[in-house]
């Protein structure tokens, strides 16, 4: 990770490096999301199937509309995993292979210093 910081910006910008990797979900699955609430009885675990189930029949009564998506993996300053996921549209990405390095930047600022 690097830190670059700009006084009379007054920002600092962090970069962080990391790990992509690139795959293919259904368009109606993005809505799905699973919290460990969703584990914590039987009765919440069939409440979320039941959810997982609605949104997979939506999606097929819809039809199949497959988008890509990268993974990106980095550990942050204080050493903590942080994983998010970047859409990549409906179009095959221009790569050669599903794992990939990823840069992450980061700019703090002060709102009024907001560069426009």
Do not use: C, W
């Amino acid at each position: 990770m690097e830190i670059l910081t700009e006084e009379q910006g007054r920002k600092a910008i962090g970069i962080f490096h990391g790990e992509a990797k690139v795959g293919e979900i259904l368009g109606g699955f993005t809505q799905i999301t699973l919290s460990p609430s969703d584990f914590s009885s039987p009765v919440s675990l069939q409440m979320a199937l039941s959810r997982i189930y609605e949104s997979m029949m939506k999606t097929l009564e819809q039809g199949p509309k497959k988008k890509y998506v990268a993974e990106i993996r980095f550990t942050d300053s204080l050493g903590n995993p942080v994983v998010f996921a970047v859409d990549l549209v409906e179009k095959p990405p221009p790569f050669s292979k599903r794992q990939l390095k990823a840069r992450v930047m980061v700019e703090v600022f002060e709102e009024e210093f907001e560069e426009r």
